[in-house]
C-alpha cells in the first residue's frame, strides 16, 4: 500500500505542472488576442477620424461663397477641439455639374428665401398672388439653381489612414453665376 501511494504523488506533481502550462498558454492566447483587437479599434477610430475630417472640410468650403471662385484649397481640421490643427484636408475645385434658370413661377413669395429671387420693376410689384396660388408668370427670377461637386482628401501620416468624401451640393445662386 505504501508503494502505490509514493507512485501517486508523483503523478499528481506531474497533472498539476501540465494544467499550469495549459492555463499559461490560455493567459497568453487572450493577452494576444486583446492585443490584436486593439488595432483593430485604434485602426477603425484612425479611418473613422480621417473621413470626418474630410467631411468637415467639405462644410467648411461649403459654407463659404465658394461659387465665385471655386478653387483647389487646403483645409486644416481640428477633430478634437483643442486649438491644434489635427489633420490638412486637400480640397478639390468645386465643380458646377448643372445650373437651371428660374423662372418667378417656381418660386414661392411667402417663402423668405425665395423673396430675394423673385424678379420684378418693384420689390412689391411681383406679379405674383401672395396667397399662396403662384400667377402664371413665366419671367425670369434673379436666382439660378445650380448643382455642384466638391472632393476632400485627407492622409493621415501617423497612421497611414486615408479618406476621400464626395458630396453634391444644389444651392440658388443669383442670376449670372457662372457654372464652369
Avoid: K
Amino acid at each position: 500500500m505504501n508503494g502505490s501511494w509514493n507512485r501517486q504523488r508523483g503523478s499528481t506533481l506531474v497533472i498539476g505542472l501540465v494544467m499550469l502550462v495549459v492555463l499559461t498558454l490560455l493567459v497568453l492566447s487572450a493577452i494576444r488576442s486583446s492585443n490584436t483587437n486593439m488595432r483593430i479599434v485604434g485602426n477603425m477610430q484612425s479611418q473613422e477620424e480621417t473621413a470626418t475630417a474630410a467631411q468637415q472640410a467639405i462644410e467648411q468650403v461649403l459654407s463659404a461663397n465658394f461659387t465665385s471662385n471655386p478653387v483647389a484649397q487646403t483645409v486644416t481640421v481640428d477633430i478634437n477641439n483643442d486649438g491644434t490643427a489635427d489633420y490638412t484636408a486637400n480640397v478639390s475645385a468645386p465643380v458646377c455639374t448643372g445650373s437651371l434658370s428660374l423662372t418667378n413661377n417656381n418660386l414661392d413669395p411667402t417663402n423668405p428665401d425665395d423673396a430675394s429671387c423673385i424678379s420684378s420693376g418693384t420689390a412689391q410689384n411681383t406679379g405674383m398672388m401672395v396667397s399662396g396660388v403662384v400667377a402664371t408668370s413665366t419671367s425670369q427670377s434673379w436666382c439660378y439653381l445650380q448643382q455642384w461637386e466638391v472632393q476632400a482628401q485627407v492622409n493621415d501620416t501617423r497612421t497611414g489612414a486615408t479618406a476621400t468624401s464626395h458630396q453634391g451640393v444644389s444651392m440658388r445662386v443669383p442670376a449670372g453665376t457662372a457654372c464652369p
